[in-house]
Structures are given as C-alpha cells and as structure tokens.
C-alpha cells in the first residue's frame, strides 16, 4: 500500500510564504511523477504544479513566478514552496503521485489527504 502523507499547510497573510511536503512510503518499485493540486470550496480540483521523476516542472498559470516544485527523489518527498501568496490561493492542497508497484506494472495514481492552506489578513 502506497501513502502520502503532506505537512505544511496553515494560515498566512497575504504576501506571505508557506511551503507544503508530501512524503510517499509503503512498498513500491518507482514514482513516476508527483504534484500537487487543489481545491477551493465550491470548486473542481486544479492542477496547481508537477514535477516528474527527471525534474521536468510544470505550473498552472496563477501560480507560474510564485511558486515552486520540487521533489526529493532519495526522500520520495515533493515539495511546494509558495510565495507571495493571495488570498485566491486559499484552498485545500492535495499531493499526488504516479507510482508503480513493480518496474513493469503501468504506474498507479494515489492521493493524499489534503492539507488546508488559508491566506487571509
């Protein structure tokens, strides 16, 4: 079984900067790719960045230049620093990550639980 498990989320004013982790563990053979994505009440769940196994990165454009994926392969962590973050970028945050069980098995999507992050003053 395939967990994640995130950390980081909080309350921070507006301009301010929080950074979100997300540790894959359980048996597995690699991670494909890992991201993060959100969902404000009311609202689908959006794709907010990705970054895949060799450190290609994508942004959704209301964050592009704010904040930044990264990913710990010896840790099996993704990390997303934000900045400058606005009161629009209140939501919950979800990790996810492209696993495969074994080297020859088609990768599988798993989900964390979620961590709120709220930015209001």
């Known amino acids: 079984q395939v967990r994640l498990v995130e950390s980081g989320g909080g309350l921070v004013q507006p301009g301010g900067s929080l950074t979100l982790s997300c540790a894959a563990s359980?048996?597995?053979?690699?991670?494909?790719?890992m991201g993060w994505y959100r969902q404000a009440p009311g609202k689908q769940r959006d794709l907010v960045a990705h970054i895949t196994s060799g450190d290609n990165s994508n942004y959704a454009d209301s964050v592009r230049g704010r904040f930044t994926i990264s990913v710990d392969n010896a840790k099996n962590t993704v990390y997303l620093q934000m900045n400058s973050l606005k009161p629009e970028d209140t939501a919950v945050y979800y990790c996810s990550a492209a696993v495969r069980i074994e080297s020859f098995s088609s990768p599988l999507n798993y989900w964390g639980q979620g961590t709120q992050v709220t930015v209001s003053s």
């Open positions: 359980g048996r597995f053979a690699t991670i494909n790719g």
